[in-house]
């Protein structure tokens, strides 16, 4: 089993930068693709980034040149830098990891809310 915590979300100007955390327990956190979802009211949750065990990065094209999902396996965390804000990026962000030992596991954190207005 794997828990996993967001943090960082707030609310922000456009134009502004945050930088969203998710540490996740557990000893195999190396194992897992990890990545940030969000879903904004009314519509369906949305892939923002993965990245591989090996650090591959992947984004939507929402979030290409204006986010970064990067991991820190010492730690346990994965992080997305977000900046020049819109506030159609306004959202609850999900922290998600895929995969494991034995494979086939997904979990998801709670939630962090991120709201861009002025």
């Known amino acids: 089993q794997v828990q996993l915590v967001e943090s960082g979300g707030g609310l922000v100007q456009p134009g502004g930068s945050l930088r969203l955390s998710c540490a996740a327990s557990g000893s195999d956190f190396r194992f897992y693709v990890m990545g940030w979802y969000r879903q904004a009211p009314g519509k369906q949750r949305e892939l923002v980034a993965t990245i591989t065990t090996t650090g591959s990065a992947n984004y939507a094209d929402s979030g290409k040149g204006r986010f970064t999902i990067s991991r820190d396996n010492a730690k346990n965390t994965v992080y997305l830098q977000m900046n020049s804000l819109k506030p159609e990026d306004t959202a609850v962000y999900y922290c998600?990891?895929?995969?494991?030992?034995?494979?086939?596991?997904?979990?998801w954190g709670q939630g962090t809310q991120v709201t861009v207005s002025s």
């Open positions: 998600n990891a895929r995969g494991g030992l034995p494979a086939g596991n997904n979990y």
